[in-house]
T-cell receptor, first 112, second 115 residues
Framework: GESVGLHLPTLSVQEGDNSIINCAYS??????FIWYKQESGKGPQFIID?????DKRQGQRVTVLLNKTVKHLSLQIAATQPGDSAVYFC???????????FGTGTSLTVIP | EPEVTQTPSHQVTQMGQEVILRCVPI?????FYWYRQILGQKVEFLVS????????KSEIFDDQFSVERPDGSNFTLKIRSTKLEDSAMYFC?????????????FGDGTRLSIL
């Protein structure tokens, strides 16, 4: 079966520092990856996506890195703010268009 | 910014009863999805829907589940005879394109509690 998991279940960072959240996946056919942010009582919120033909993509304060060799995905948040405190999920889907698989999530806590 | 809306936010139902969860996807989106999240666990795919038919479903989506787009705006998930283990958050999502083409945008979910 599919395996999309996160290396660290919790992460605490000081406000203003950079955060790095990691994700491992097992399916070499994975083609499209998304990072979602989930705040308490809310649904997953799209942050950034990346396709398998890329190894880096940048958004506003966020960067996603994809290493297909080791099947690893990371989300970097620059200048972390208290509003960034949430659970972060990676999700992936293979190029066959099958089910979207979510990881178990990393809980990010930003310390003021 | 357009968003996916779900109603009700919390549904309490007796075991064995039917329940219908409702969603209004983003208006120009063509693909619709249901996911569930049992407390403390990962988000799990249930079903995807396009052009008025199911395009993919997981093994969780058994004969007790059905989906429908009864009109041009609503997308519903029906659980025919609820079980205790159906208690979870149910999220609706929609996208402009398919899984591997466009991101999915989620609603804030319906918390389903089965007694």
């Amino acid at each position: 079966g599919e395996s999309v998991g996160l290396h660290l279940p919790t992460l605490s960072v000081q406000e203003g520092d950079n955060s790095i959240i990691n994700c491992a996946y097992s399916n070499s056919a994975s083609d499209y990856f998304i990072w979602y942010k989930q705040e308490s009582g809310k649904g997953p919120q799209f942050i950034i996506d990346i396709r398998s033909n890329m190894d880096k993509r940048q958004g506003q304060r966020v960067t996603v890195l994809l290493n297909k060799t080791v099947k690893h995905l990371s989300l970097q948040i620059a200048a972390t703010q208290p509003g960034d405190s949430a659970v972060y999920f990676c999700a992936e889907t293979p190029n066959t268009g099958n089910q979207f698989y979510f990881g178990t999530g990393t809980s990010l806590t930003v310390i003021p | 910014e357009p968003e996916v809306t779900q109603t009700p936010s919390h549904q309490v139902t007796q075991m064995g009863q039917e329940v219908i969860l409702r969603c209004v996807p983003i208006s120009n989106h063509l693909y619709f999805y249901w996911y569930r999240q049992i407390l403390g666990q990962k988000v799990e795919f249930l079903v995807s829907f396009y052009n008025n038919e199911i395009s993919e479903k997981s093994e969780i989506f058994d004969d007790q589940f059905s989906v429908e787009r009864p009109d041009g705006s609503n997308f519903t998930l029906k659980i025919r005879s609820t079980k205790l283990e159906d208690s979870a958050m149910y999220f609706c999502a929609s996208s402009e394109g398919t899984f591997s083409n466009q991101p999915q945008h989620f609603g804030d979910g319906t918390r389903l509690s089965i007694l």
